[in-house]
């Protein structure tokens, strides 16, 4: 199905809700990297916008069961930032070495674990939808029992929307392509044919002009390369109370880019990639090794800088670790600690997961120690989790985290406790900042929601 999309004219003040009973929650995230503040108004409000736009679209508000809740929402918002001109993905994206608009996106849905994708498209206006049609495809038997694709590429994504009879996802490919994606563009390429066979040290990339809120470029900020590459994303989670079942949750993740700045044609990224862009997990009881303690079930959006092809194998492993309920078992997890009888600090067995710990093991040990060298001397990658588990009356509560190892990343969320969205520009502090440069300088953050 082709979800129904608003007019990018909707307001924020006329916003009435209608999926916020009983629990519902919405995140999304412009990416991590380097986040002016001339633009930081701008890009809050794209954000917040994605996440009204997402709670009022007649597609979550028709959706027949929590699983298409949790879908639509995931798909209303992601398309949403893909209109956005201020984001790397859809209209604005970065452009390829031949000057045009190639974007990856990907949608899963955490009860089935069903997945779509889509990867170095040209001419959709938002690839999220492409994703979800594939996705939706794949759900459907085959007449002559042949595999369904999960992922489709290129002119054949544009077929496949075609033979769909989407074609009102079909644009020309010009039409997704920014002045501002068209300056920055021209820098760059000028750059790259000056350059010599050595590679590029810190420091040495040209300026690029980051134009002030109002638009008249007066203000200026220095960006390199590494500032340019952010992804979007969203996690959605709807709760249902039951009263023979108690607590029932979905869960459903998504991701969208245009890539990397002047990437070669038909490249495809990590926005594509199963278990790399995105993962989502329904919540579920799982017993370790008898014990009661359960391990929360994670939902996951992730906006990473992969530069190479070992970053984007090391995340979607680690991710899945998080996310898969057989691999907890023999996972190291991280445990709150407690005094024990001696005095000293100890892991409690029956204490719950430390997810802070976590995020900060997977992105120093498994991303950032890896994949440092001379030419990125700082990787780049940002992760949104949302974790659930439940309170002393049996009732499922969801928890934000955010994690990045960039100066900032961007983010919005719509609550029960936040019904009109609330944006947040988070920001590295001083004492992270301060690291020595062959340390990973991770910043991690809870929200309760």
């Known amino acids: 199905?082709?979800?129904?999309?608003?007019?990018?004219?909707?307001?924020?003040?006329?916003?009435?809700?209608?999926?916020?009973?009983?629990?519902?929650?919405?995140?999304?995230?412009?990416?991590?990297?380097?986040?002016?503040?001339?633009?930081?108004?701008?890009?809050?409000?794209?954000?917040?916008?994605?996440?009204?736009?997402?709670?009022?679209?007649?597609?979550?508000?028709n959706s027949d069961s929590g699983s298409n809740l949790a879908m639509d929402l995931v798909e209303q918002a992601i398309a949403s930032l893909e209109d956005s001109p201020l984001l790397n993905a859809g209209c604005g994206s970065n452009l390829t070495l031949a000057g045009t608009v190639e974007c990856d996106a990907a949608i899963m849905d955490g009860n089935s674990a069903d997945f779509g994708s889509v990867g170095a498209v040209s001419g959709i206006k938002n690839p999220i939808h492409l994703a979800r049609l594939i996705l939706e495809h794949a759900r459907v038997p085959d007449s002559l029992g042949r595999i369904p694709p999960l992922t489709l590429v290129s002119s054949g994504a544009v077929e496949f929307a075609q033979f769909r009879n989407a074609t009102d996802l079909l644009v020309p490919p010009e039409s997704l392509v920014t002045p501002r994606a068209s300056k920055t563009w021209e820098i760059w390429k000028a750059r790259l044919e000056g350059t010599s066979s050595s590679p590029p040290t810190p420091g040495s990339f040209p300026a690029v002009e980051d134009e002030d809120e109002n638009g008249d470029g007066n203000d200026m900020e220095m960006q390199d390369l590494h500032a340019l590459q952010d992804t979007v994303g969203a996690v959605a989670l709807s709760i249902t109370s039951n009263s023979n079942s108690g607590s029932n949750c979905s869960i459903a993740s998504g991701v969208s880019s245009g890539g990397i700045l002047l990437k070669h044609p038909g490249r495809v990224g990590e926005a594509a990639v199963f278990g790399a862009g995105c993962w989502?997990?329904?919540?579920?009881?799982?017993?370790?090794?008898?014990?009661?303690?359960?391990?929360?079930?994670?939902?996951?959006?992730?906006?990473?800088?992969?530069?190479?092809?070992?970053?984007?194998?090391?995340?979607?492993?680690?991710?899945?670790?998080?996310?898969?309920?057989?691999?907890?078992?023999?996972?190291?997890?991280?445990r709150a600690p407690t005094r024990g009888e001696d005095g000293d600090m100890v892991e409690d067995e029956n204490e719950d997961v430390d997810v802070h710990a976590i995020l900060q093991r997977v992105l120093a040990e498994e991303f950032w120690i890896p994949n440092r060298s001379p030419s990125n001397p700082d990787p780049s990658a940002g992760v949104v989790l949302l974790t659930t588990e439940e309170d002393g009356e049996g009732e499922m509560t969801a928890r934000l985290w955010c994690a990045f190892t960039t100066p900032s990343m961007a983010i919005a969320y719509a609550s029960p406790g936040n019904p009109l969205g609330k944006a947040l520009i988070l920001r590295r502090p001083k004492s992270v900042e301060s690291r020595p440069n062959d340390q990973p300088r991770i910043f991690v953050t809870g929200i309760a929601l």
Do not use: D
């Open 1 to 61: 199905m082709i979800a129904t999309r608003l007019s990018s004219t909707a307001t924020v003040k006329k916003f009435v809700p209608l999926r916020m009973a009983p629990k519902t929650y919405v995140v999304v995230h412009g990416g991590a990297g380097t986040h002016s503040r001339n633009s930081e108004a701008e890009v809050k409000k794209a954000l917040r916008l994605a996440c009204t736009q997402a709670l009022v679209s007649p597609a979550a508000g």
């Open 280 to 334: 989502a997990q329904t919540p579920t009881s799982v017993e370790e090794h008898g014990s009661k303690r359960n391990h929360p079930r994670l939902g996951m959006a992730c906006s990473e800088q992969a530069n190479t092809s070992s970053a984007r194998i090391s995340r979607a492993r680690s991710l899945m670790r998080l996310t898969t309920p057989i691999l907890p078992l023999s996972f190291p997890w991280p």
